[in-house]
């Protein structure tokens, strides 16, 4: 199953690039939000090879998921790839600059079922994938709406 979305941040593209590539604030986000994560890379800078391992939970069950940096194109893209027991995902951000100050960020979610069990539930997702995909674009909003606060706020 495929979601993808779109918004444009009041940022340059180096400025946006640099917001959305802030893994650090991202692991605390995640630790505030009740998961656990524990990076399992030894990288210094951000750069393809970074490792998480995550922890949180479901529907009132603990999931557990890898997540790995599988390429990274400053200022322009970079490309997630994981896997839980039951799926297996891939997320990609592309930025495109549109003006000095504006940038078009393009993000995209890809799951695949590894299970079963796992087909079955995204088949019953399908009969809401429009909900899905508001919900989806919603957290991209939001999202960019953080990015471009905090490069004004850095400005």
Known sequence: MRFAGKDD????????FEAISDFAAYERLATARGARVVRTDKLTVPGPGMCWDLAFKIRNRERRANLRLVA??????????????????TITLGLVALSRTKTRLNVELEVV???MSARLLLQSARLAKGRLTRAFQDRIHAAVRHVSAEARRNA
């Open 9 to 16: 941040i009041d940022a340059p593209i180096e400025r946006a």
């Open 72 to 89: 990274f194109s400053p200022p322009t893209a970079m490309r997630l790839s994981g896997q839980s027991t039951n799926y297996d995902l």
């Open 113 to 115: 079922p590894r299970t």
